[in-house]
């Protein structure tokens, strides 16, 4: 009886543990100045300062500083990354089209790689890739 009673408090323990956890983790973003147009997700999103929470998941979602552009980025791959401290993130750019392709906290060693769609067109041009610093900002 002591044993299960044990195994209940350490489980709950545990779980409460988890639950702060993550919900510290929910309460950083990463802010960032994109000084040119860009594609999150399939949808075009203006130059501007934009927000990425930190979540932990397969969905990332980038929005602007007055929510005006939002845009939920399904099917993020996790990606083995330094712990560099650097967070940033990072555009494939072709002509005049850039695209979010990856995101990356610098905290921890797990970045994010989004999905890219290409046109026909763009496959004919050399991507030129353009990496942004982005700053951490932790919620109250």
Known sequence: MKSIHRTAVLAT?????GIATASAQS???M???????????????????YRIPLNAGRTVLIADQGNRHTQWIN?????ETKADYKPRVVFSCRGEHCTLREV?????TTGYQLPVKRSKSD????AKVVVLSATLTHAD
Not at 75 to 79: D, L, Q, R
Not at 104 to 108: A, D, I, K, R, S
């Open 13 to 17: 323990a545990a779980l409460a543990v």
């Open 27 to 29: 309460q950083v973003s």
């Open 31 to 49: 802010s960032v100045s994109v000084p040119f147009a860009f594609t999150a997700g399939g949808q075009v999103m203006p130059a501007g300062d």
């Open 75 to 79: 099917s993020a791959v996790p990606t």
């Open 104 to 108: 990356h906290p610098g905290y921890t």
């Open 123 to 126: 496959s004919q041009e050399l």
